[in-house]
């Protein structure tokens, strides 16, 4: 019979990549990561890992069988979680994905306090600014701003995510300041990969209108539109928790067209037809309270 210890083990060390710094992070000796490893082996009828003094690597064996113990690993540790949380602990693995500039500038400072209230729970944020799949990419949830496009998840809203179109003095000096959306229309773009060019949507009262960019520059990170923005290389509609300190220092200009920017939130979702854990459900209340409404970053 395969024991559950093994199976960690032979997980850990793939991670580690390395039978000494598996043994440093499970807390026991060298010898016994060995020794759960080779009755692992045995109990298996295969050899998992290669092993010389200068390198590891996964076998055939062991590349079929990791996909598996990753698996076996991971509902262990969620059943130890939901047995905690039936006790009223909050405790356990939570793997979240965020986009690299929220996370960077707002959603890190706010886990911080949340980490520190509750020590037992084991966090894992992905920063990443591509689309991911909550589901297959293995996500308790995801945070993300703007419109819900992934009909498989269940989102709670966070916080109202207002987006300004915004850009700098010098710009505005050397090409004018559009007043309307024609005149927008005109002027050279900042826009984000993932929505594209055709992202200059606005709202007024119950009509939409979108002016479509000719994408002269389109970036996949916030940072670096901001960047680019303040450097006057021409406008962009951004969120309000990038450009709220640019717009307070002086070095951007919001910019009246006449109408507003369609509205937009942030929000955490999980994936449809999964129970949220209890830590998942105290980690959005944290969040909406520590973003406020209006948020912080709008003031």
């Not at 400072?109 to 990419?137: C, E, H, M």
Request: hydrophobic share 40%; glycine share 10%.
């Amino acid at each position: 019979m395969m024991k559950l210890e093994g199976i960690f083990t032979f997980v850990q060390v793939v991670d580690s990549g390395s039978l000494s710094e598996a043994a440093r992070h499970l807390r026991i000796s060298r010898s016994v990561v060995s020794e759960r490893l080779a009755e692992l082996e045995r109990s298996l009828g295969a050899t998992l890992l290669q092993r010389s003094t200068r390198k590891l690597s996964v076998t055939e064996d062991g590349s079929a069988f990791l996909e598996r113990a990753r698996r076996i690993v991971c509902e262990v540790r969620q059943a130890q979680a939901d047995l905690a949380e039936r006790r009223g602990e909050l405790t356990g693995p939570l793997r979240i994905s965020a986009p690299v500039t929220f996370g960077r500038m707002h959603l890190g400072p706010a886990l911080y306090g949340f980490l520190q209230k509750y020590p037992d729970i084991q966090l894992t944020l992905d920063l990443n600014d591509r689309r991911v799949d909550a589901t297959s990419d293995g996500f308790d949830a995801v945070i993300r701003n703007g419109p819900i496009v992934d009909s498989f998840l269940v989102a709670w809203q966070l916080a109202p995510s207002p987006r300004y179109l915004v850009a700098s003095p010098g710009y505005l000096a050397r090409h004018g300041t559009p007043a309307n959306l024609e005149e927008l229309a005109e002027h050279r773009g900042i826009f984000y990969t993932n929505r594209g060019t055709a992202d200059w949507r606005f709202v007024d009262g119950d009509q939409a209108y979108v002016v479509q960019g000719d994408g002269d520059l389109v970036l996949n990170n916030g940072d670096m539109m901001l960047d680019a923005a303040i450097a006057g290389l021409g406008i962009s509609l951004l969120p309000a928790f990038i450009v709220g300190q640019a717009l307070r220092d002086g070095k951007l200009t919001r910019i009246d067209v006449g109408m507003q920017a369609e509205p937009e939130f942030l929000y955490i979702g999980h994936p449809h037809g999964r129970k949220p854990s209890a830590k998942l459900r105290a980690l959005a209340a944290w969040l909406k309270e520590a973003f406020g409404d209006p948020p912080y970053w709008d003031g």
